[in-house]
């Protein structure tokens, strides 16, 4: 593995200039199965605005989503009142982030840095004026967060603005620990600054904004504090309730009075003595009271555009008001979604001879998805709502906890599961063997029996290694001596490769090379040989195989490195197996080679439409029983987009 060779970078000629190849009608994937009900969901990151949108007396939710390939403002109607089953979700404008809502003398008012959007409600968001100040900054640093809220802060009639900051600039982003595990770079911080009316509430003149205290210090928490402004304990004054970048809320009592906020030092939401967490991180908090019984909700957002409520129960303890747990809102089925950063592959998991799906994503879980037959005249199954896969008995989810991720403990939440399946110990029982955002390939046996799988708990996919075990130079944590470990957040295809009747790995090793890992028969465990680099590029067209370099599909460090997600499947019909590569939406890499001779010619776009500002995840199945592969893709907003057209 470390012989010379030319290295060649792929990702380059696929992001920029790829060769096109035919365009493929991608749609998204539907769930074809009505009266199935299913979280209620936009794309990745969802800002909820929780309205009387169409003035029927009741709160609809209406949800901005900033992220490709759903952005979006999307109108969810509620039908029912109070605890209702929400019709799936309708486009009234551009996603924006850092979209707040206010209700000023119970009318809602949307405000964006330095903008407010009007005339929106029953129609669309469109028509914006200014609304200054304009765009934040409190350090030399990025602020990613900036949320404006309205409210008459000090009892005066005048409505103000309280501005919530998530600054970045102690932070950095990347690769900072130290040979512990430590973060060395600082913190996110999120400070809330408020900014009082000095002229009328028709021509509002604000002061400079000036940070708010609580404690006898600034209030300073973990990244986008989504200030929120509301009597929470009901005794009469406004107090202060902030959100984070992560997943927790901390609570600032006002111990002054309504014209003359004093807040005591923040503590957390909890309940029966833990802290009170949403599952996910980016999580957007909005105060109302959604069930009308006179104490003030949260409606939260999270990182998979997913939105819960978060209900008061009316109580307070210790001074702190007491919330249920996040329970999130349902709505009708329409399309097929499963988290953020879907990664979808085709195996019939129940083994009732149909193929469902399995899948991982951004929120470290993997999940089962059945097909549940597909009737005459239908083109593509109807589905099951998705379930969380258990492994010895308990919800399996990988999370890089405080120094799993290379882009630091902001990142604590997330886990990036992508996994293939197959029977790798021989067993004659479909496995999982995965990856995720530590880079560790593991595997899940599967202990059950035909039809009714049963996983026991991730096992490491062993190497006999001849010395150290590798690992990427980056990674400040060193694997066991018959470990496995690449590079973080891509796929470790489970193939026959050398047709030899047992199952080997095809996946990036910790330099970013496509590697063969030539799987070792032990029917007891799922071990492999070290890898071999046999994947190569064609320099050109016209030169022969023997001059092509090895096939680096990333020479990225730390945090830019991996990501990759990868299906090798016989695309063109021609007795080899060719690569599907993640990219915008998917690039083909034809294998111009021969089965044993693989040579990977440029990248092709099988289709234009942009799926992804980070990745996408190819698999293909073969819903008509056709015999040629269809195209579907995992998608960054957690949707399917399938193409079943080879034309």
Not at 75 to 97: C, I, M, T, W
Not at 120 to 137: D, N
Not at 268 to 288: D, F, S, W, Y
Not at 328 to 338: P, V
Request: hydrophobic share 35%; charged share 25%.
């Amino acid at each position: 593995m470390t012989r010379p060779c030319l290295l060649v970078t792929l990702i380059a000629a696929l992001l920029t200039s790829p060769a096109r190849a035919a365009e493929h009608d991608l749609q998204r994937l539907p769930y074809n199965h009505p009266g199935l009900t299913v979280d209620l969901k936009v794309g990745l990151w969802a800002w909820p605005l929780p309205m009387d949108w169409d003035a029927d007396g009741d709160l609809d939710l209406v949800v901005s989503c900033p992220d490709v390939p759903s952005n979006g403002i999307y109108f969810f109607e509620n039908p029912s009142g109070e605890a209702p089953v929400f019709r799936p979700g309708k486009l009234v404008g551009r996603g924006v982030a850092n979209i707040s809502l206010s209700h000023v003398d119970g009318a809602p008012r949307v405000l964006t840095p330095g903008k407010e959007y009007v005339d929106f409600l029953g129609g669309r968001f469109e028509k914006q004026v200014a609304h200054p100040p304009g765009k934040m900054k409190v350090g030399n640093g990025r602020t990613r967060a900036d949320q404006r809220k309205l409210v008459d802060y000090n009892h005066d009639g005048l409505v103000d603005m309280v501005i919530g900051v998530g600054y970045w600039g102690d932070y950095g982003w990347d690769n900072a620990y130290n040979d512990q595990g430590e973060w060395t770079n600082g913190p996110l911080h999120g400070y809330v600054l408020v900014a009082l009316n000095r002229g009328t509430n028709d021509t509002p003149e604000y002061d400079e904004p000036v940070k708010l205290r609580a404690g006898g210090a600034e209030i300073d928490v973990y990244g986008m504090p989504s200030p929120c402004l509301a009597d929470f304990d009901a005794d009469g004054d406004l107090d202060l309730l902030c959100g984070e970048f992560v997943d927790g809320f901390t609570y600032f009592e006002n111990t002054g009075s309504r014209a003359e906020p004093v807040y005591a030092a923040g503590r957390p939401l909890a309940r029966n003595g833990e802290p009170l967490r949403m599952e996910l991180c980016m999580i957007v908090p909005t105060a109302i009271d959604w069930d009308a019984d006179g104490d003030v909700d949260l409606v939260v957002g999270q990182e998979d555009g997913r939105v819960a409520l978060v209900e008061h129960t009316g109580q307070v303890a210790d001074g702190v008001p007491v919330f249920k747990p996040p329970v999130f809102f349902r709505q009708q089925a329409e399309d097929l979604n499963y988290g953020a950063l879907v990664t979808p592959v085709s195996c019939d998991w129940d083994n009732d001879g149909d193929p469902d799906l399995i899948a991982g994503n951004s929120a470290g879980f993997i999940g089962f998805i059945e097909n549940l037959g597909r009737p005459a005249g239908q083109a593509t199954p109807t589905w099951a709502e998705p379930v969380h896969l258990r492994a010895d008995g308990r919800v399996l989810r990988v999370q890089a906890g405080e120094n799993g991720s290379i882009q630091g403990p902001c990142e604590s939440k997330w886990g990036y599961t992508t996994q293939t399946v197959a029977d790798l110990n021989g067993d004659g029982l479909l496995d999982i063997v995965y990856n995720s955002i530590w880079g560790k390939i593991e595997w899940l046996p599967n202990v059950g029996e035909p039809g009714k799988p049963v996983l026991a708990g991730p096992r490491p996919v062993k190497v006999d290694w001849q010395g150290p075990a590798p690992k990427p130079e980056w990674n400040w944590w060193d694997p066991a001596e018959d470990e496995l470990v690449t590079q973080w957040r891509t796929t470790p295809i489970a193939i026959d490769w050398d047709r030899d009747n047992t199952i080997d790995l095809v996946m990036l090793d910790p330099e970013g090379y496509l590697t063969l890992y030539r799987g070792v028969p032990d029917q007891t465990d799922f071990r492999v040989a070290p890898g071999e680099r046999l994947f190569h590029t064609a320099a050109a067209d016209s030169q022969p195989p023997q001059s092509a370099g090895l096939l680096r599909l990333t020479e990225g460090r730390a945090g830019r490195s991996g990501r990759r997600k990868l299906c090798l499947v016989d695309w063109d019909a021609d007795g080899d197996l060719d690569l599907l590569a993640n990219g915008p939406s998917v690039e083909l890499l034809e294998n111009t080679g021969g089965p044993d001779n693989a040579v990977f010619a440029s990248g092709k776009r099988l289709a234009e439409r942009r799926l992804a500002g980070h990745t996408t995840s190819p698999t293909t199945v073969d819903w008509n029983r056709d015999r040629v592969p269809e195209l579907l893709i995992g998608a960054e907003d957690g949707f399917l987009y399938y193409a079943a057209d080879r034309d």
